[in-house]
């Protein structure tokens, strides 16, 4: 039986999101019993790496059956092409037996990290577009392979060189084209305002596609459980088991409100001098495209 790249990509995809659903648990089971040791943990990160406290960010901590302790932080300012985080072990008796800084990464996964992380934000995914145009003509051969492995999927070095821009004097307001982009997905066949109430927006970006000569504001939205989840673990905006359970609440809602149909994604682009919608709303469902939010946006 073949089975195409995309399924080992969904499938790919699918294990990422399930892994980051276990970190709310294990940080969870961290506070109920492990605040003393996690008190010795952050002295011998700053004794050995120099980061305080107030540097980082629990991602996991976890007891293991003979008293010993696995843990990794999260650095909240990393420093550029690390992965950003510090990982170690302790003895049951308290005492540290190895502690690791954050590592080099390559381009490729930095690019994959920082983009995702500035996704939300249209202003953050113009600062990333401004750092790092300059350095796409000067990656290494190895590292291009990467990129091109993964590039229908999700078209990083294309959509970095893509003609992102801010809002002039003449666009509409942030605010107005999000009213204008809810009043036009509305009018979807189909769609109710009670499916509006769980959506929200996983991206945003201001761009002049390649056949206009001014800027659209193009929103990507999903439901709302998953825009919440995917910001507070690509933020590092701390995820505690009260905020498990009521994502898992919501997700229960959305499921009676969309039944099978539940919006992965939702693309409007609205003219940024008009308010008017450009070209068809793109809707994936399951069972999904398998696009990137990069790819959504230059090609859909």
Not at 73 to 81: A, G, S
Not at 188 to 207: L, Q, R, S
Not at 248 to 257: A, G, L, N, Q, Y
Not at 270 to 294: H, K, M, R, S
Request: charged share 25%; with cysteine; net charge negative.
């Amino acid at each position: 039986m073949y089975l195409s790249k995309k399924f080992f990509r969904m499938v790919l995809c699918v294990l990422l999101y399930c892994l980051t659903l276990l970190i709310p648990i294990f940080s969870h089971a961290a506070d109920n019993n492990g605040t003393g040791i996690r008190e010795k943990i952050y002295r011998c990160i700053q004794t050995e790496l120099g980061y305080t406290k107030e540097d980082l960010i629990l991602n996991n901590l976890i007891n293991n059956d003979d008293g010993s302790w696995e843990f990794s932080f999260i650095v909240k300012n990393p420093e550029e092409m690390t992965n950003g985080l510090v990982t170690g072990k302790m003895n049951a008796d308290g005492k540290l037996k190895s502690i690791e800084a954050p590592t080099t990464v390559s381009m490729f996964e930095w690019l994959n990290q920082e983009i995702r992380k500035s996704m939300f934000n249209y202003k953050d995914v113009y600062k990333l577009k401004q750092l790092w145009v300059s350095k796409l003509d000067c990656i290494p051969e190895e590292e291009q392979k990467q990129f091109d492995r993964l590039h229908e999927y999700n078209p990083i070095l294309d959509f970095l060189r893509h003609d992102i821009v801010l809002p002039d004097e003449n666009c509409i307001t942030y605010e107005k084209a999000v009213q204008q982009s809810i009043n036009y997905i509305e009018k979807i066949d189909g769609w109710t305002t009670e499916m509006t109430k769980h959506i929200g927006i996983i991206c945003e970006v201001v761009h002049i596609p390649s056949d206009m000569d001014h800027p659209v504001y193009q929103f990507i939205y999903t439901v709302a459980s998953n825009a919440e989840f995917q910001k507070a673990g690509w933020l590092h905006e701390g995820y505690t088991e009260t905020d498990s359970k009521r994502i898992r609440d919501m997700r229960s809602e959305e499921k009676k409100v969309f039944g099978r149909n539940i919006p992965c994604a939702l693309s409007v682009r609205i003219d940024a001098l008009t308010g008017e919608q450009v070209g068809d709303i793109y809707l994936d469902t399951p069972p999904v495209e398998d696009y990137g939010f990069t790819a959504i946006i230059l090609w859909k």
